[in-house]
């Protein structure tokens, strides 16, 4: 028995067309991204074996994958603390951990409890830093055995952030003022919370001290804390691989490949025109004597 045949208006057409572009709107975001996953479990594998070791990323980046376009600010969440803690708690204890860090820090609590649970795993533990790792992210890096960056990495300081009202200021500054100004000159409220940023500054001068001294000598963990965390720098600061090792750090340069190509599987949201922009070859030499490119042999 034939099926009875509807006939399809313009309205039908135009519905149809809008539910299928509407559909595959949704849908190819999702597949690309199911397959942006895949290919960066792929090339974790391809880490592990490489490395010998576990290897856990905490890359804070706006992907392209974003609701509605909206990019999305990603820094150190207790989310992140509860993963990255499960991932060592998983991980046997005679296994080294390489830990990848992209990140521009984040709450404080959250990387504490990270660097700590990483400084506890009994085997050998790097952490990797192929751009910047900075404010949490250099508090992780100090619970590392090692510490592998690139070239051109940078870590930030460790000074703590107070927030007075809608801003972050940094707590040496805060207590600064009261000791450039005297007790006395200044108000009941500024002395609240210089006395929160003094026991912030203490607190994060032991939490440093203790994820170095079986590193370095007692002596240069608190060197090395007061420089981190008592204002020397300012806290947006870059910190270079020889920075780091003149305080006694042990930094390695050379970064396996694959953690390059791990990083590209990260996308930045693109703005809307290019910021950098270059042809991937290598140019032709100028010859300098006639100003003229060299022309190749056939």
């Not at 150190?76 to 998983?90: G, K, M, N, P, Q």
């Not at 619970?143 to 007075?164: K, R």
Request: aromatic content about 6%; overall charge positive; proline content about 8%.
């Amino acid at each position: 028995m034939a099926l009875p045949m509807f006939p399809m208006g313009l309205g039908d057409i135009v519905f149809l067309l809008f539910f299928l572009w509407l559909f595959l709107t949704f849908l190819t975001p999702q597949m690309r991204y199911r397959a942006l996953l895949a290919a960066r479990a792929e090339m974790i594998r391809r880490l592990e074996e490489k490395l010998g070791a576990r290897v856990i990323t905490m890359i804070h980046r706006q992907e392209r994958i974003t609701l509605f376009g909206i990019p999305i600010h990603r820094f150190i969440t207790i989310e992140d603390s509860e993963a990255v803690l499960r991932a060592i708690r998983s991980t046997p204890p005679d296994t080294p951990i390489a830990m990848i860090i992209h990140t521009p820090g984040g709450l404080v609590i959250a990387a504490s409890q990270i660097a700590r649970a990483l400084k506890k795993h009994p085997a050998k533990k790097i952490v990797i830093v192929p751009h910047y790792a900075m404010s949490g992210g250099t508090l992780i890096a100090l619970a590392a055995d090692e510490i592998w960056m690139d070239s051109n990495a940078v870590l930030g300081p460790l000074d703590p952030q107070i927030m007075v009202g809608d801003k972050a200021v940094p707590a040496p500054s805060i207590l600064k003022v009261v000791k450039l100004k005297g007790f006395e000159k200044v108000s009941d409220e500024t002395l609240m919370f210089a006395d929160i940023a003094e026991k912030a500054v203490n607190q994060m001068k032991t939490l440093v001290v203790e994820l170095l001294e079986d590193k370095v000598s007692r002596e240069r963990a608190e060197q090395i804390a007061d420089k981190l965390v008592s204002g020397y720098y300012t806290h947006d600061y870059p910190i270079t691989v020889d920075e780091l090792r003149k305080l006694g750090l042990n930094v390695k340069e050379e970064l396996p490949p694959e953690v390059y190509e791990l990083m590209e599987l990260y996308p930045q949201e693109p703005p809307m025109r290019p910021s950098v922009e270059y042809v991937p070859t290598i140019p032709r030499r100028v010859a300098p004597s006639s100003g003229r490119v060299p022309q190749r042999r056939r």
